[in-house]
C-alpha cells in the first residue's frame, strides 16, 4: 500500500466537488483552516458549479478532479462535501499518473467511492471533515487531519462499551459509508477486507435496510476474510410501524459474532462532529477490552 507524501507548509491543497455542490463562501472556513497549518488552498473550478443537486455535470466534475490529480503543483485534494454523485464519475477518471505520484484525498461519506476505488489500486487515503463540516467540527477533530496530513501517528484510546465485542486484531483498515460500500459490491471499485479491520458507519437509514445490507457484505464474504469491525457513527437511524426488533448495534453484532473478531461500536468517526481522522490503507492494531478501545496506526 503506497501512503502518499505527507505535506510540508506551504504546500497547496486542492478543493473539489465530486458530488452535491458547494459555493465559494462555504469554502472560507476550510480555506482559513488550511492557511492556519501553513498550507495554500487552490478551489476547483467546481467550486459554485450549480447542477440541481451536483457541483457541475459528470463531465465538469470528472475533468476538475482529473485537473487535480494531475496537477504537480497540488499535493491533496479534499472533496468539498458528500451527499451523491461521486459514482457517477469515478469510470471517467484516469488514475495512471496518480498511481504513480499518489496523493492524499481527504472526505467521508459519498468520498468512499474514492477510498474504496484508490484502495484496489493500492493507494492509502484519508477519512476525514470534508470543508463543508469544517464550521461545525472541534478542535481536536481538526487536529487529528492536520497530524494526518503532517505525518504524526494517530493514536485513539475510548471506553469501551458492555456491548462491544472484546479482542484484539492487526492488519490494514479499509472501509467507510455502509450504504457507499454495499453499492460498490461486484464492481473494480469494490474493496477487499481478506486479513483487514472494516470500518463501517452510516446516516439515516432505516433498520432493515441496515440489516439487509450487512447480509450482502456478509454474503460476499466480508465478514469471514476480516479480522475486526470498527463502528462508527450509526445516527438517526429510523423503523417502520411495525418496528424491525433490532437495534444497528444488534443488527451488526447478531450477523458478525460468528466470525470471533473484536468489535468496536460508537467509535469517533462518521456523521457526527467528532469524526476523527482515520488513515485508510493503513496499518494499526486494534484493541477492545473491558476498559477501552485502542486504535493504533503505524
Known amino acids: 500500500m503506497k501512503l502518499p507524501p505527507y505535506l510540508k507548509k506551504g504546500d497547496t491543497v486542492a478543493i473539489v466537488c465530486t458530488a452535491r455542490k458547494f459555493m465559494p463562501e462555504e469554502a472560507k472556513p476550510a480555506i482559513e483552516l488550511l492557511e492556519s497549518w501553513g498550507l495554500k488552498a487552490k478551489l476547483g473550478r467546481t467550486i459554485g458549479l450549480d447542477s440541481c443537486q451536483l457541483g457541475g455535470t459528470d463531465v465538469e466534475r470528472a475533468a476538475d478532479l482529473q485537473q487535480m490529480m494531475d496537477d504537480d503543483n497540488v499535493k491533496a485534494i479534499w472533496c468539498a462535501r458528500g451527499g451523491y454523485g461521486t459514482v457517477r464519475i469515478i469510470d471517467l477518471l484516469d488514475f ?78 479499509v472501509g467507510g459509508n455502509i450504504s457507499i460500500l454495499y453499492s460498490l459490491l461486484g464492481s473494480s471499485s469494490s474493496i477487499s477486507t481478506q486479513g483487514k479491520i472494516l470500518f463501517i458507519e452510516d446516516l439515516d437509514e432505516y433498520l432493515y435496510h441496515v440489516d439487509r445490507m450487512m447480509y450482502n457484505l456478509k454474503r460476499n464474504g466480508y465478514f469471514e476474510k476480516a479480522k475486526g469491525i470498527i463502528v462508527g457513527s450509526m445516527r438517526d437511524m429510523h423503523d417502520n410501524e411495525i418496528p424491525f426488533g433490532q437495534n444497528e448495534v444488534q443488527i451488526i453484532t447478531a450477523i458478525a459474532k460468528e466470525y470471533n473478531i473484536p468489535i468496536a461500536f460508537e467509535f469517533c468517526a462518521g456523521h457526527q462532529k467528532d469524526n476523527r481522522t482515520l488513515v485508510l490503507g493503513s496499518q494499526v492494531s486494534f484493541e477492545v477490552n473491558d476498559k477501552e478501545i485502542r486504535l493504533q496506526f503505524k
Open 96 to 173: 495512471t499518473k496518480f498511481s504513480k505520484k499518489p496523493k492524499w484525498v481527504m472526505g467521508f461519506s459519498d468520498v468512499t467511492v474514492l477510498h474504496s476505488h484508490l484502495n484496489t489500486l493500492g493507494i492509502a487515503t484519508l477519512h476525514s471533515i470534508m470543508p463543508f463540516t469544517v464550521p461545525n467540527a472541534p478542535e481536536k477533530v481538526k487536529q487529528t487531519l492536520k497530524d494526518a496530513l503532517f505525518g504524526t501517528n494517530l493514536n485513539y484510546r475510548l471506553p469501551s462499551k458492555s456491548y462491544d465485542v472484546k479482542g484484539k486484531a492487526e492488519g490494514e483498515l
